[in-house]
């Protein structure tokens, strides 16, 4: 008998062939002389009938849900049955015998979340953990095709990227450090050595709010590369989103169908995308929002505001230098406008953040003081602009909020395996 995959039965390869599937019981439905076992295995669910009269009639009055198994028989076509086929089994061999599963429909979300390392098997996390593996898989051949070098930049770091209020705070034996923000201030080292460079790695931040996009422990997709202007950024960056939702978007299309994500918004990704100043955005707003003026920092409220309007993923440049961080450069003859790019897609909000980086050290030696931030903390990122300096930028794209918005998710946490939030770090 074949070993098979479940999927290779669903597609109609192994019709009233002899197969042996491995897998687990997803659901199981017994009748006085028939019972039906729903089998899961990575690729899908097939259904599996078992007559009184069969010599496995008895295992599989015995086994329960998400017992493990080895089952043969035949499979057919039958349009009864989910997926429209079938094994009828001839033998059943039990692996592990589950205990009482103690997730169940009738389960409340807080409790299914306490069983994480439970509900990773569920279809749902099955199929989205599949999304977020194609997602990465893609995102890597868009930066490797324009020549990016990945690059691995260190989780323990010495000084902040993003401001002190998100920094993890940890004891290095003797020493005072942090967990990375952002690994963009270590691509910028790379960068002088490599000219373009990429990296896909967490970021952390003590972020308290409670909302569907944060996360105390993330992935972070960021590039950096010399010699780059706004301009080549932007058009970096809505390439690389363009990519990212066709190449899903087709290999990926049984999942998002099964999630109920809706698949022609990524079909429709096609750059250029639309582009507005953060002062057109802040005149968009105010009639909802009267008391926003310019200067304020954008809410996920005003975010998601701005972002329907759009229904499609777009850019919002120019923000107030004040409100960015120490390293965005300015521009040329207002010094209140930072260059700086946020990319924003609906029900998020911003999923992205880039823009052009400062490469003088006197005028980055005021903006750290003007930021309360100790230059001498801050040496080596200084030396990079004593020697060689050169016009660069870069950004910083969030994996899960990108993968909230592509599988229309109710939240962050079902984008990542293990979330880490304020109340969330078990298992
Ligand atoms: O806007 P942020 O803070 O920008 C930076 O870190 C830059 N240094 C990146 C760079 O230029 N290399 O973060 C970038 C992105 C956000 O747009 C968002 O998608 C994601 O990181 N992000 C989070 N995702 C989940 N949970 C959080 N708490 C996040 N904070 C930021
Ligand atoms: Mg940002």
């Given at each position: 008998?074949?070993?098979?995959?479940?999927?290779?039965?669903?597609?109609?390869?192994?019709?009233?062939q002899k197969v042996t599937v491995r897998g687990w019981v997803y659901r199981k439905r017994e009748g006085k002389s028939l019972i039906f076992l729903l089998i899961r295995d990575s690729t899908g669910v097939i259904q599996s009938t078992i007559k009184k009269d069969s010599p496995c009639w008895e295992q599989a009055q015995k086994i329960t849900i998400e017992s493990s198994l080895v089952l043969e028989g035949t499979a057919h076509e039958d349009t009864r049955a989910p997926g429209g086929y079938e094994v009828s089994a001839e033998n059943l061999e039990i692996i592990g015998l589950a205990e009482n599963f103690p997730i169940s429909k009738d389960k409340s979300e807080e409790f299914i979340r306490d069983m994480r390392h439970l509900w990773m098997r569920s279809r749902k996390m099955?199929?989205?953990?599949?999304?977020?593996?194609?997602?990465?898989?893609?995102?890597?051949?868009?930066?490797?095709?324009?020549?990016?070098?990945?690059?691995?930049?260190?989780?323990?770091?010495?000084?902040a990227v993003e401001g002190g209020s998100t920094l993890f705070h940890l004891k290095y034996f003797e020493q005072d450090m942090y967990l990375t923000q952002s690994s963009q201030l270590y691509l910028e080292i790379l960068m002088f050595g490599l000219d373009n460079v990429y990296c896909i790695a967490p970021s952390f931040r003590a972020e308290k709010s409670r909302t569907i996009r944060h996360l105390t422990e993330y992935w972070h997709m960021e590039g950096e590369w010399a010699f780059g202007t706004m301009d080549d950024l932007i058009k970096f960056e809505e390439g690389l989103m363009e990519y990212i939702c066709q190449i899903v978007a087709a290999r990926c299309e049984k999942e998002f169908k099964e999630l109920g994500a809706n698949i022609d918004k990524l079909k429709a990704v096609k750059a250029p995308f639309p582009r507005i100043t953060y002062k057109e955005a802040i005149e968009r707003l105010k009639p909802k929002n009267p008391a926003l003026d310019w200067g304020a920092d954008l809410g996920y409220e005003d975010e998601k505001?701005?972002?329907?309007?759009?229904?499609?993923?777009?850019?919002?440049?120019?923000?107030p230098t004040a409100i960015k961080a120490?390293?965005?450069?300015?521009?040329?003859?207002?010094?209140?406008?930072?260059?700086?790019?946020?990319?924003?897609?609906?029900?998020?909000?911003?999923?992205?953040?880039?823009g052009q980086r400062e490469d003088n050290k006197d005028i980055l030696i005021q903006r750290m003081k003007e930021q309360g931030l100790k230059p001498e903390d801050y040496e080596w990122y200084l030396d990079l602009r004593r020697y060689g300096t050169v016009p660069h930028v870069g950004f910083g794209m969030g994996l899960e909020r990108l993968l909230v918005w592509m599988c229309d998710l109710e939240n962050i946490i079902d984008a990542i395996p293990f979330p880490r939030t304020t109340r969330r770090f078990y298992p």
């Open positions: 008998m074949a070993l098979v995959k479940i999927s290779q039965i669903l597609d109609g390869d192994c019709k009233d099955n199929l989205v953990m599949k999304v977020r593996a194609e997602t990465l898989k893609a995102a890597r051949e868009y930066f490797d095709k324009q020549h990016y070098t990945e690059v691995s930049p260190p989780m323990f770091i010495s000084a505001v701005l972002a329907e309007d759009f229904g499609k993923p777009f850019f919002v440049y120019d923000y120490f390293y965005c450069k300015t521009q040329k003859d207002h010094p209140e406008i930072a260059l700086s790019v946020d990319m924003m897609v609906p029900r998020i909000g911003e999923i992205s953040t880039g």
